[in-house]
């Protein structure tokens, strides 16, 4: 069974751009979430879909926003770029709500670096 | 100050030591608790999940909470060089229609010298 992919895994863009990332979850995970690694912040979460829907969402200003397709693929996109959003970012999906586990599984990440 | 704290090490032992990772929290809301286990450019995996108050143990790996000192624990005995890996908790509120939001640690780097 296929992993999380992300794609890209790398790239490199400069202040006031914008970026997509994407995401394809685990064959039947419907559950897809973001999140930011920074070496200062750590891991801080983005935001969460579910068929479609976004049902839950961290502290990031606006410019921060996502979607969720009917495939449940995902994307992201950080809309004038800042020198603070360099990171990795993770994205990860879960199998149904019936699920408790809590376990997330998450692919390798998509590395920004903003110049 | 932030939900979860954590050491960022980073910590070296020598293989076969007893490894302790540990991290606190303030959020008393916290039910579940997690440790993740990230290497070097991968994302991270979940190595033990444990629900509540409780000692929960998976073959090398032992995970503790307490829940009334607000505090979580990872041991790792027979400690192996393939365990060299950054260590994080997690943790998360009851879920409600299955939302989830996890809250990390900062992460411990661990190295495990042969």
């Known amino acids: 069974k296929a992993g999380v992919t992300q794609t890209p895994r790398y790239l490199i863009k400069t202040r006031g751009q914008q970026v997509t990332l994407s995401c394809s979850p685990i064959?039947?995970?419907?559950?897809v979430s973001w999140y930011q690694q920074t070496p200062g912040q750590g891991l801080q979460f983005l935001f969460e879909y579910f068929s479609e829907t976004q049902r839950n969402k961290g502290n990031f200003p606006g410019r921060f926003s996502g979607r969720q397709f009917s495939n449940s693929r995902s994307e992201m996109n950080v809309s004038t770029l800042e020198l603070g959003d360099s990171a990795l970012y993770l994205c990860a999906s879960s199998p149904d709500p019936g699920s408790n586990t809590g376990e997330l599984f998450f692919g390798e990440g998509s590395r920004l670096t903003v110049l | 100050q932030k939900e979860v704290e954590q050491d960022p090490g980073p910590l070296s032992v020598p293989e076969g030591a007893i490894v302790s990772l540990n991290c606190t929290y303030s959020n008393s809301a916290f039910q579940y608790f997690m440790w993740y286990r990230q290497y070097s450019r991968k994302g991270p995996e979940l190595l033990m999940y444990t629900y509540s108050s409780g000692n929960k143990e998976d073959g090398r790996f032992t995970a503790q909470v307490d829940k009334s000192s607000k505090y979580i624990s990872l041991f790792i005995r027979d400690s192996q060089p393939s365990d060299s890996a950054t260590y994080l908790c997690?943790?998360?509120?009851?879920?409600?229609?299955?939302?989830?939001?996890?809250?990390f640690g900062q992460g411990t780097r661990l190295t495990i010298n042969p």
């Open positions: 997690a943790m998360s509120v009851v879920r409600l229609q299955g939302a989830q939001k996890l809250v």
């Open positions: 064959s039947g995970h419907r559950s």
